[in-house]
């Protein structure tokens, strides 16, 4: 005898999702230095780029 399901099965649970991995305290560190040096250039760097265009800029001009 067939039995007709109209397509319906039963569903396998989803897996867990994997857990989220955590920094070390060595990562951690390296991060915030990273973060620190970054924000040291982003302040440093349009100085030392206005330095450098205004001494082209002064060499160009008599």
């Known amino acids: 005898m ?3 399901l109209n397509f319906y099965y ?4 989803e897996p867990p999702p ?3 991995r955590r920094l ?3 990562e951690e560190k390296v991060m915030v ?3 620190c040096i970054n924000l ?5 760097a349009p100085v030392g780029g206005a330095t450098v265009i205004h001494a ?3 060499m160009i001009s008599p």
């Open 40 to 44: 040291v250039i982003l302040l440093v």
């Open 10 to 13: 039963r569903r396998l649970p």
């Open 24 to 26: 070390t305290a060595r």
């Open 56 to 58: 082209a800029v002064s």
């Open 18 to 20: 994997p857990p989220k």
């Open 2 to 4: 067939f039995r007709d």
């Open 33 to 35: 230095w990273l973060v």
